[in-house]
């Protein structure tokens, strides 16, 4: 069919094209966000032991992307683009989901694509709500002019017009679901981008509203046809898709109400453990460990007779000299120069390979970062099994539910200085604790919390909890480390809720604050640690 004048094809580069993916495995679902990535990508694959006994539990449309978020709604003109682009970059062949459908061309001021396009959008508003809610917020798009493999462009028409041609055939509002068309420039070509608003509970179920008898013997549309969204394709509803809206329409179930909060005074904390910082360190140890000084014991003073000498004098003068020897004797070096070098640069290099895990560590064992969250139900009824979800976008952030979670080898013990014995290193030690004399090698993880995942950006996810009416209860204390380009601003993290009692999802975002100032090596390493047993 031709698209006219304006619609060129736009082929995409070889390089993207040898580098395709499956679009079904492009999309990150809100429901499975907590996959990491390579567990994903081997999971979806086959490769991992158990796989194929775990697949059920992930549906056929919810399948994790590494490139288009659908955590959220796609609003922003970037995030719209994006999806073109992902949909381009899938192979041929590529079959759509239950929330978005592509078309390479449609010609829309013919009656046919007008039908077309209508019974795409009831098909997005007759969907379940809670299982909508999975991906974009509920949210579906039906894009034109562009298709697996290419970007191809579509003739611009006046949106009024398209909203007059479309409905006809969906409605009115208010008696009609709720959609919006615009255009959405992608390399100088214009695609047709309609945005069809997540499905409520208590939505009557939208029909056909008017008959469509097309030319030439296909089958016609009557009024009245009700149409669903199923994976990759829209169809009439059967019997028991019908129930399922009939129950959508008559019965609006209770729904989540909560509200997650933050401690007013709690920030997160930028920890700079930078390849410079780590140097900084190692030429500060190089220099303070040094080398090899003998120093030259001096003889004892002989006892020559003096005017003013006493016997009382003589005695203290020998018991100094014997102290002194047996003293000498006792922090003796056993160490050789070359052994001495060879401990230090041992030492040196080990830490310079701990040092990042041992800030971080030291961070969390002296309560910087520290994250203290409430869920509170804003209703007069209980939830059962809430689980909430939070996730910092930004690069460069992770959480910790505690220090033994830090990964990393564990700091390496400082040599005693040259000419030092091995007692008194332990009397001096024990009299300069730092975080670096406490080990996470060993220690006892506490009950399970949550998870966390830190690749790429962070996400928590916090174990399930049952919550009273109007009641406010504590989440288990975060640690949330930043990078110090962060320090004094304001990250904002988005999160969401669910409950085995009610349905569908819950959700918003909190700002927390970043406290403008990264402790240096001294204030994570030198001070007294405080474990934070008391705080979980």
């Given at each position: 069919?031709?698209?006219?004048?304006?619609?060129?094809?736009?082929?995409?580069?070889?390089?993207?094209?040898?580098?395709?993916?499956?679009?079904?495995?492009?999309?990150?679902?809100?429901?499975?966000?907590?996959?990491?990535?390579?567990?994903?990508?081997?999971?979806?694959?086959?490769?991992?032991?158990?796989?194929?006994?775990?697949?059920?539990?992930?549906?056929?449309?919810?399948?994790?992307?590494?490139?288009?978020?659908?955590?959220?709604?796609?609003?922003?003109?970037?995030?719209?683009?994006?999806?073109?682009?992902?949909?381009?970059?899938?192979?041929?062949?590529?079959?759509?989901?239950?929330?978005?459908?592509?078309?390479?061309?449609?010609?829309?001021?013919?009656?046919?694509?007008?039908?077309?396009?209508?019974?795409?959008?009831?098909?997005?508003?007759?969907?379940?709500?809670?299982?909508?809610?999975?991906?974009?917020?509920?949210?579906?798009?039906?894009?034109?002019?562009?298709?697996?493999?290419?970007?191809?462009?579509?003739?611009?028409?006046?949106?009024?017009?398209?909203?007059?041609?479309?409905?006809?055939?969906?409605?009115?509002?208010?008696?009609?679901?709720?959609?919006?068309?615009?255009?959405?420039?992608?390399?100088?070509?214009?695609?047709?981008?309609?945005?069809?608003?997540?499905?409520?509970?208590?939505?009557?179920?939208?029909?056909?509203?008017?008959?469509?008898?097309?030319?030439?013997?296909?089958?016609?549309?009557?009024?009245?046809?009700?149409?669903?969204?199923?994976?990759?394709?829209?169809?009439?509803?059967?019997?028991?898709?019908?129930?399922?809206?009939?129950?959508?329409?008559?019965?609006?179930?209770?729904?989540?109400?909560?509200?997650?909060?933050?401690?007013?005074?709690?920030?997160?904390?930028?920890?700079?453990?930078?390849?410079?910082?780590?140097?900084?360190?190692?030429?500060?140890?190089?220099?303070?460990?040094?080398?090899?000084?003998?120093?030259?014991?001096?003889?004892?003073?002989?006892?020559?007779?003096?005017?003013?000498?006493?016997?009382?004098?003589?005695?203290?003068?020998?018991?100094?000299?014997?102290?002194?020897?047996?003293?000498?004797?006792?922090?003796?070096?056993?160490?050789?120069?070359?052994?001495?070098a060879e401990t230090v640069a041992a030492f040196i290099e080990r830490g310079s390979a701990a040092l990042p895990?041992?800030?971080?560590?030291?961070?969390?064992?002296?309560?910087?970062?520290?994250?203290?969250?409430?869920?509170?139900?804003?209703?007069?009824?209980?939830?059962?099994?809430?689980?909430?979800?939070?996730?910092?976008?930004?690069?460069?952030?992770?959480?910790?539910?505690?220090?033994?979670?830090?990964?990393?080898?564990?700091?390496?013990?400082?040599?005693?200085?040259?000419?030092?014995?091995?007692?008194?290193?332990?009397?001096?030690?024990?009299?300069?604790?730092?975080?670096?004399?406490?080990?996470?090698?060993?220690?006892?993880?506490?009950?399970?919390?949550?998870?966390?995942?830190?690749?790429?950006?962070?996400?928590?996810?916090?174990?399930?909890?049952?919550?009273?009416?109007?009641?406010?209860?504590?989440?288990?204390?975060?640690?949330?480390?930043?990078?110090?380009?962060?320090?004094?601003?304001?990250?904002?993290?988005?999160?969401?809720?669910?409950?085995?009692?009610?349905?569908?999802?819950?959700?918003?975002?909190?700002?927390?604050?970043?406290?403008?100032?990264?402790?240096?090596?001294?204030?994570?390493?030198?001070?007294?640690?405080?474990?934070?047993?008391?705080?979980?």
């Amino acid at each position: 069919m031709s698209l006219g004048t304006a619609s060129r094809v736009l082929p995409l580069p070889k390089s993207q094209r040898s580098r395709r993916t499956s679009f079904s495995t492009r999309v990150r679902p809100a429901a499975h966000q907590a996959y990491s990535r390579p567990y994903a990508a081997a999971a979806l694959s086959g490769t991992l032991p158990g796989a194929a006994a775990r697949a059920p539990t992930m549906p056929d449309n919810l399948r994790v992307t590494l490139d288009l978020d659908t955590t959220r709604a796609l609003r922003s003109l970037d995030r719209q683009v994006a999806l073109v682009r992902t949909i381009a970059a899938a192979p041929e062949g590529e079959p759509e989901t239950d929330w978005v459908e592509w078309k390479s061309e449609a010609d829309l001021s013919k009656k046919e694509w007008q039908a077309t396009l209508a019974r795409h959008v009831l098909g997005f508003a007759n969907r379940l709500p809670d299982r909508a809610a999975r991906s974009c917020e509920g949210t579906a798009y039906l894009l034109v002019g562009v298709e697996p493999g290419r970007i191809i462009g579509t003739r611009v028409h006046d949106v009024a017009k398209i909203n007059a041609w479309l409905s006809a055939y969906v409605g009115s509002a208010p008696d009609a679901p709720e959609w919006a068309a615009t255009y959405v420039r992608v390399d100088d070509v214009d695609l047709l981008l309609i945005t069809v608003e997540p499905p409520r509970w208590g939505d009557p179920i939208w029909t056909f509203r008017k008959e469509y008898a097309p030319t030439g013997g296909a089958r016609a549309i009557r009024e009245g046809t009700v149409f669903v969204r199923r994976q990759g394709s829209t169809d009439q509803a059967d019997t028991k898709e019908l129930r399922a809206l009939t129950d959508r329409a008559s019965s609006a179930p209770g729904r989540l109400a909560v509200e997650l909060q933050l401690e007013d005074d709690d920030r997160g904390v930028p920890v700079d453990d930078s390849p410079a910082v780590v140097t900084e360190w190692a030429e500060g140890e190089r220099e303070s460990l040094g080398g090899p000084q003998v120093l030259p014991i001096q003889a004892a003073e002989s006892a020559e007779p003096r005017e003013a000498d006493t016997r009382a004098v003589l005695d203290a003068e020998r018991k100094a000299l014997v102290f002194k020897s047996s003293l000498e004797r006792f922090v003796a070096e056993t160490r050789t120069p070359a052994e001495y070098a060879e401990t230090v640069a041992a030492f040196i290099e080990r830490g310079s390979a701990a040092l990042p895990a041992a800030l971080r560590r030291g961070a969390i064992a002296h309560g910087l970062g520290r994250l203290r969250l409430w869920v509170a139900n804003l209703t007069d009824r209980n939830f059962t099994q809430v689980m909430v979800e939070l996730h910092f976008e930004q690069p460069r952030v992770a959480a910790y539910f505690d220090r033994y979670e830090v990964e990393g080898p564990d700091f390496p013990s400082r040599p005693a200085t040259w000419g030092a014995s091995t007692y008194q290193k332990a009397i001096l030690s024990s009299l300069r604790p730092s975080i670096l004399n406490y080990p996470v090698t060993g220690l006892t993880p506490r009950p399970p919390r949550g998870s966390i995942d830190n690749s790429g950006s962070s996400r928590v996810r916090f174990d399930p909890i049952d919550i009273r009416p109007d009641y406010k209860h504590r989440l288990p204390t975060i640690y949330l480390l930043v990078s110090h380009d962060y320090r004094g601003e304001t990250l904002t993290a988005s999160w969401s809720a669910t409950a085995t009692n009610v349905s569908g999802i819950v959700g918003g975002t909190i700002q927390v604050p970043i406290a403008p100032d990264t402790p240096t090596l001294g204030d994570l390493l030198s001070k007294t640690a405080t474990d934070d047993e008391s705080d979980a």
